[in-house]
């Protein structure tokens, strides 16, 4: 009903190897508190601690998971709350395990640790599993890069990009991976299916840059690497594994849930990658269409304000003239080859800047890449990772200017803007 005053207050009691799952009730200002008051608990690989009062926004989808059993009190309503005693986290931590023998021998002989791509179809739980597995090698002293390649979800920067960062403790339980530094490339739309000789090649170049960065760093790399995938996994989006996997030389495959998906990369990959398979936790919550929209919606707000209840970050809203914004699309639409002009494939437009018109509708409610790319005419261009993120919140064309709203102040860097398909309205 939503109305109610009355605080909702529900206790659990956890054996070992047992979770409770929860979602926040869906309702804007909705909070869920957890307290854990007896034993040991973790949620997604992060360790409780013991009385601290946990804050969750609407709709987030939790689980706390006890090796040895607890105690847990939910402040707040609720969609739904139960204690599961079935998961697969025994599973889970077994694939841990044999990562982290693969780093320790990696670490003796002074090469480069596991690189691990976690693959299956979506709402699986991919980003869970690498957020576990990342965790837990934190927790032993790893320093693993955490890449995303999810670009429907992008829990690196925004959704749109794919991103890398390195892991030196473990998630937040509220709010994930502290975003230092994160490095992440420009592709602009939610699927790799919009542009996949683009998204290919962000690929290839995010690889290239991860090896360098291991290279340079001895804990990075006997740490190795974990990496998020997209949920397209027919087809071409088949053929986006592979290329993953090559360009990053991934010395494991998990796959989960899909045994067509995992036959088929056994089938395919080399004798030197592990393809290894893992059913899903049955907490995963499969998300609709609009559902998984708001998901974007949330991430890309969090990216501006902050995570919700705190919210800590102030965004600033200033107008920018549109005479000095450089914005840019990546790709031409898609062409027939036999109306390519001469020596060119079909490819090589898909990947080229193209000046972008500044007209009300394909602007505002847009969200623009801040690229540290200066130069149009450079071919390197789409391949420079992004300063930052604005959202075009109005265009005023007689005035020729448009409001963005910005995690940094005014002015813009003198830097190109790629322009995003991706829209959001800013309504704080
Ligand atoms: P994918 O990356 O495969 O799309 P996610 O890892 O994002 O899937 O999981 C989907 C949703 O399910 C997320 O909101 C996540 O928090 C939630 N989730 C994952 N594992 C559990 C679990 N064991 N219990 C409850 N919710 C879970």
């Not at 869920?32 to 987030?60: D, H, K, L, S, W």
């Not at 079935?86 to 077994?94: A, R, S, V």
């Not at 290239?208 to 995938?229: F, P």
């Not at 690229?371 to 020729?400: M, R, W, Y």
């Amino acid at each position: 009903d939503g109305a109610g005053s009355d605080e909702q207050i529900q206790e659990f009691k956890l054996g070992p190897d047992e979770e409770l799952r929860f979602e926040v009730e869906g309702i804007k200002g909705q909070v869920t508190t957890v307290i854990m008051q007896e034993g040991m608990a973790e949620v997604f690989g992060t360790e409780m601690v013991r009385g601290r009062e946990y804050q969750f926004g609407p709709g987030t989808k939790m689980a706390i998971f006890t090796y040895h059993g607890c105690a847990v009190v939910l402040k707040g309503k609720t969609e739904f709350a139960y204690v599961a005693k079935e998961t697969p986290m025994i599973m889970y931590l077994n694939a841990h395990a044999a990562l982290e023998t693969m780093r320790r021998a990696a670490e003796a002989d002074g090469k480069r640790g596991p690189i691990v791509a976690v693959v299956g179809p979506q709402d699986v739980g991919k980003s869970t599993l690498c957020r576990l597995l990342t965790n837990y090698a934190v927790r032993l002293g790893r320093r693993p890069i955490y890449v995303d390649l999810d670009v429907g979800q992008g829990s690196i920067a925004v959704p749109g990009t794919v991103g890398a960062m390195l892991i030196e403790r473990p998630a937040s339980i509220e709010s994930g991976f502290i975003q230092q530094a994160p490095l992440a490339y420009f592709f602009g739309h939610t699927s790799p299916q919009a542009n996949i000789p683009l998204y290919n090649l962000l690929v290839s170049k995010l690889a290239e840059t991860v090896h360098e960065r291991m290279e340079s760093n001895r804990k990075a790399k006997a740490s190795g690497a974990i990496i998020n995938t997209c949920g397209w996994v027919k087809a071409e989006g088949y053929r986006c594994i592979t290329h993953i996997a090559q360009a990053f030389e991934v010395d494991v495959i998990m796959v989960l849930d899909q045994e067509r998906l995992y036959n088929e990369l056994s089938r395919d990959m080399p004798p030197f990658v592990k393809v290894v398979f893992l059913p899903k936790s049955g907490g995963v919550v499969e998300r609709s269409g609009s559902q998984r929209h708001e998901g974007r919606d949330t991430r890309i707000r969090e990216y501006f304000y902050g995570k919700p209840p705190s919210q800590t970050f102030h965004p600033h809203s200033f107008q920018v003239k549109l005479s000095d914004a450089k914005i840019f699309k990546i790709g031409a639409p898609a062409v027939p080859q036999s109306c390519m002009p001469l020596g060119m494939k079909g490819d090589e437009t898909r990947t080229k800047l193209v000046s972008v018109t500044a007209t009300a509708p394909a602007l505002v409610h847009r969200l623009l890449a801040v690229s540290f790319a200066t130069d149009e005419t450079q071919d390197e261009a789409t391949k420079t990772n992004v300063a930052g993120f604005v959202c075009v919140t109005d265009v005023d064309l007689e005035k020729g200017r448009m409001t963005v709203l910005s995690p940094q102040p005014s002015p813009l860097p003198k830097t190109l803007l790629f322009l995003s398909e991706i829209q959001f309205m800013d309504n704080q």
